[in-house]
């Protein structure tokens, strides 16, 4: 093989070498220019800082002069009463003369005008002027629109009349009285033309350039050319931009064209001495440095021929350094593959021993198999092992907040987190998801643990909390029992599974252990119907005592210990108990057994994950059916009983004890019903019907009598003068004193407008 890559290795440093002398020729040339350069921008940065502060402490010091003059002269107040204005025109002349002054004071002030939001009247330097003839109409319905912006706005035309040229301005408003009145507006407007102005006063043009610009990027003016427009090209190089955040300007410095630095450099006989000396090392270095890194490329050329690795894919000749690319790639791929398939094997094989040994199947080899795949250091082997289940609570909220990907990433944390616990607590820990919402984890204990229960129940409340805390979960574990063999695993699992189908009755710190399930042949199923059989006969009887019922069927199941799917079958053999006495009532009934009702309920108790929540559930729904049936029962005597109530009521109001719980003695209803009644005839409360009567007699015994007020109070029910006095003032406007010194007609007085 010809020696080509010696020759193009030791061309290639040439370059290299030519470029580098270069550097070191102009080294001194850009030393010292940056310098020069790094000083420029640094003293245009102080003068740019100066310009920028000087203007926000002028437009600072013109709105703090305005708004002091508002607030301290009471004249601008006077002007928003319109009322007051048309009595005394004094007032607009004074305010004129104000805005006039404070004009006048200030260079950079252009004009200040007051806008009026009773008659929308506008008060210039000129005068008042009406709102049709006001020319600044649009700014004016901009500030209204938007009260709260408090900065100076962009750059804007400006001129009070229609007949008047524009003015280039910036403006800031604020709302009248000060600080948020809603009464009118005071206007500030800014002359550009003198801002440009002072601006061009602290620079010098010959020497540098400020451009000022909007937020948007357009340019507003700059000082190197008094008629630059957007298009024009810049004055010269920006070396500094400077925020001004009052008005969202960027003011833009540099240093002007045709002001370049004219730079002398000396340079000195030693240096061209040490430069010269520096080529020639690098020649006969470069010389020696080829020959030395070329012997491992030949060596390795070598050994590449002696496999025959001398054509690409397509028969075209390869150099050396492309045939060592294309076997190093091919290397690199062959290994990238073979790992990627190592560790699809290992996770397969990880999966499938443990769904062997959740099944029972295959855990003969078990310790053989952990410590092949590494999940069992050699030599370890935990004296307990028990079988937890991990359900996610709640997992149609969790698919809905949180993407696919999300939801991979969580579970993925959720693993590696249950793990690393389980290990931190000194127990073996293995997990994989055996479901979409369930995980599989088997915990393994040494000798030196012996209660086993209390160690895995303290790491399952652990868990729990985590995962509530950082990942936003709620977690339910169920632990199965606790094994000394792998072989039993199956058996553990089997326990875990059977705990979660208790987590309603058992689940309330959301750790099920299997230990803690109940003996069936103990539990008695008629029982449970007898129960609901009582709740069926207090609705009949419209007793109330249903709800004692409800609570003691729900007692029994907590304690018993059942399954979620018998307390659901239990509460379903209630609602079709219930639903074959009362469906057949009437319409409004029917639906909530026989309709979409009777589905909806289904459907939400099986998304209920705690057993206070289905009592909850079906207590809200029991409420509604109960209130249904009470109404129905009681229509066909309703009207008789609103008549009886209010005649009832109409003679003994003046009883101090006279309440809902009497009526419900009384008359044998519950006080509820007797609300309803009330609300239902009379569209007011039971109370405000008592207060009612009691205030129009009292009216009657102020107006008529002489009696003390005292005594009027015991009459019309109430205990003492001062619960009557608040009372009556309340509803009649005054206090019974004060009615009786204006001798009203009883009642003609209800508002304490009337009086």
Not at 73 to 85: A, I, K, P, W
Not at 432 to 437: D, L, R, Y
Request: overall charge negative; hydrophobic content about 40%; proline content about 2%.
């Amino acid at each position: 093989m010809k020696r080509n890559w010696y020759r193009r290795m030791l061309l290639s440093y040439f370059p290299i070498f030519m470029f580098t002398v270069t550097i070191l020729i102009f080294l001194s040339f850009i030393v010292v220019n940056d310098i020069s350069h790094k000083e420029t921008v640094k003293a245009d940065r102080i003068k740019t800082d100066y310009m920028a502060d000087r203007l926000s402490r002028s437009l600072k010091g013109i709105e703090l002069d305005v708004l002091e003059e508002v607030e301290k002269n009471d004249r601008y107040r006077d002007f928003l009463n319109v009322g007051l204005t048309g009595e005394n025109s004094q007032v607009i002349f004074d305010v004129v003369d104000s805005m006039r002054a404070l004009a006048d004071s200030d260079s950079l002030l252009d004009s200040i005008y007051v806008y009026r939001n009773e008659d929308k009247q506008v008060l210039t330097r000129s005068g008042l002027v009406s709102w049709e003839a006001f020319a600044d109409r649009a700014f004016v319905e901009h500030a209204l629109a938007n009260p709260d912006i408090h900065g100076w706005s962009e750059l804007r035309s400006y001129h009070e009349f229609s007949t008047e040229k524009d003015k280039r301005v910036i403006s800031v408003y604020k709302r009248e009285p000060l600080p948020f009145g809603t009464e009118g507006l005071v206007v500030i407007n800014v002359d550009m033309y003198a801002v440009e102005q002072m601006i061009r006063s602290m620079n010098n043009g010959e020497l540098s350039f400020v451009d000022v610009r909007d937020a948007s990027g357009t340019l507003l003016f700059s000082t190197s050319s008094a008629d630059r427009t957007e298009g024009d090209e810049a004055g010269g190089k920006v070396l500094n931009r400077i925020p001004f955040g009052l008005t969202g300007w960027t003011f833009e410095s540099g240093i002007a064209a045709g002001q370049l630095f004219m730079w002398v450099s000396v340079i000195s006989y030693v240096w061209i001495v040490i430069g010269v000396l520096t080529v020639a090392f690098a020649i006969f270095y470069i010389i020696y440095i080829t020959r030395k890194n070329y012997k491992p490329i030949r060596v390795m050329m070598n050994r590449i021929e002696s496999i025959q690795l001398r054509e690409d894919a397509f028969g075209r000749k390869m150099d050396e350094l492309s045939m060592i690319d294309h076997t190093l790639e091919s290397l690199i791929q062959q290994t990238a593959d073979f790992e990627k398939q190592q560790r699809e094997n290992l996770l397969v094989s990880r999966r499938q021993l443990f769904h062997d040994l959740m099944q029972g199947e295959g855990a003969a080899n078990a310790q053989e198999r952990l410590t092949k795949l590494g999940l069992l250091p050699a030599g370890e082997k935990p004296e307990q092992l028990a079988f937890v289940v991990v359900e996610i609570g709640r997992y149609r909220d969790f698919r809905s907040d949180f993407s696919s990907r999300d939801q991979h990433t969580l579970k993925f944390a959720l693993t590696n987190v249950l793990q690393e616990l389980a290990q931190a607590d000194g127990m073996y820990g293995w997990a994989e998801w055996i479901a979409e919402n369930r995980m599989g984890l088997i915990v393994g204990l040494g000798a030196d643990r012996p209660d086993a229960r209390r160690q895995i129940r303290q790491f399952a409340d652990k868990g729990r909390l985590w995962a509530a805390e950082h990942l936003r979960l709620s977690l339910l574990f169920g632990v199965g029992n606790a094994v000394r063999e792998w072989e039993r695993i199956g058996e553990s699992c089997k326990s875990a599974v059977d705990a979660l189908r208790h987590k309603m009755s058992l689940g309330k710190q959301a750790v099920v252990m299997s230990e803690d399930l109940p003996d069936a042949a103990g539990r008695k199923w008629y029982a449970y119907v007898q129960h609901a059989s009582g709740l069926v006969k207090e609705f009949r009887l419209l007793t109330g005592q249903w709800r004692a019922q409800l609570d003691m069927l729900f007692a029994h199941m907590e304690k018993d210990c059942m399954k979620d799917e018998d307390i659901r079958t239990v509460l379903q053999t209630m609602m079709d108990m219930l639903g074959s006495e009362l469906a057949e009532m009437s319409e409004e009934l029917r639906v909530y057994f026989k309709g979409p009702e009777a589905g909806a309920i289904v459907s939400a108790a099986d998304e209920t994950a705690t057993l206070e929540e289905l009592k909850a559930l079906y207590s809200e729904r029991l409420t509604e059916v109960y209130r249904i049936y009470v109404s129905h029962s009681e229509t066909k005597n309703h009207r008789a009983m609103i008549t009886e109530l209010k005649s009832y009521i109409e003679e003994n109001f003046e009883n101090p004890d006279l309440s809902l719980k009497h009526l419900s003695d009384r008359f044998h209803i519950s006080g509820k019903y007797a609300s309803y009644l009330f609300k239902e005839e009379f569209n007011m409360k039971f109370v405000d019907f008592i207060v009612q009567l009691r205030m129009e007699r009292a009216e009657e015994l102020l107006a008529e009598t002489e009696e003390p007020v005292q005594s009027i109070a015991l009459k019309v029910g109430y205990a003492n003068a001062i619960t009557f006095g608040r009372v009556f003032k309340r509803v009649v406007g005054v206090t019974p004193g004060d009615y009786r010194k204006l001798k009203f007609k009883p009642g003609k007085a209800r508002h304490a407008g009337d009086i």
